[in-house]
């Protein structure tokens, strides 16, 4: 079988080194054309065996077959539309982007031309939260009338203040894997009441605090 030809855009995810340990662990499926990173010092750092190049030259190449987008949140759609646009397949770490018609146009781009296309959430692929969503799904659970879903974490006051260039803040960040888990097992709500705010606690007054209710037609609650 022949090794996909794959490249990782930017290092600024919270999750990129852990991509990048993933595909250089599997040299038997993957050959890694390079990290593209604006900084080169970082991948220097960093990735200190990564071959670095550009994006532009990773544009310009015939013979890629996918890219790891793992740029900040805030460019990753933009970075992963240009891939899409030239046909490559693409690994988009999460949550996506902020704008949703800019995120509606990506999927349908990759659904248009039918390409690979994974988000980055990781809980998808952990083996007791999919044996727990099959169990769901297949009813062995009975009728599912309340999901409640919690992730808690500490992070240091920068990172918690970095919170504040993203509406929903925390929901957004990490709520999102929450959100995804919820939305397998009972689908789209009927109504989404938010309750997002700030602690005040070496925050910067970002949104540090993310909840959310998810109302359903059964009159189950969802909430994140």
């Known amino acids: 079988m022949r090794k996909v030809r794959i490249a990782q855009v930017g290092t600024g995810h919270d999750h990129a080194i852990s991509t990048y340990r993933s595909i250089v662990a599997h040299p038997e499926a993957f050959e890694l054309i390079g ?16 071959p670095h190049c550009t994006v532009d030259e990773l544009m310009a ?15 990753s759609t933009e970075y ?3 891939f899409a646009d030239k046909g490559i397949a693409i690994h988009l770490d999460k949550p996506g982007a902020q704008n949703l018609e800019s995120f ?12 690979p ?22 009813g062995e659970l009975g009728e599912i009338f309340s999901v409640e879903a919690q992730m808690s974490v500490c992070h240091d006051p ?3 203040a970095w919170l504040g ?27 989404i009441i938010p309750m997002n705010m700030s ?10 605090y993310g909840f959310a209710v998810m109302k359903y037609k059964n009159s189950t609650i969802s909430s994140t």
């Open 104 to 115: 509606t146009k990506l999927i349908e781009t990759v659904k248009a031309k039918k390409l």
């Open 80 to 82: 992963a539309q240009l």
């Open 199 to 208: 602690t005040g606690i070496d925050c910067g007054g970002a949104e540090d």
């Open 158 to 160: 920068a990172k918690r």
């Open 35 to 50: 990290v593209a990173e604006p900084n080169p010092e970082r991948v220097k750092d960093i990735y200190p065996d990564a």
């Open 61 to 75: 190449r015939d013979d890629l077959d996918a890219v790891a987008i793992e740029t900040e949140e805030s460019l």
């Open 165 to 191: 260039q993203f509406r929903g803040g925390m929901l957004y960040f990490l709520g999102c894997h929450l959100i995804d888990l919820v939305y397998q097992i009972q689908g789209e709500p009927e109504e």
């Open 117 to 138: 296309f994974q988000m980055g959430y990781m809980y998808r692929y952990n083996p007791m939260i999919r044996e727990a969503l099959d169990m769901a799904k297949s």
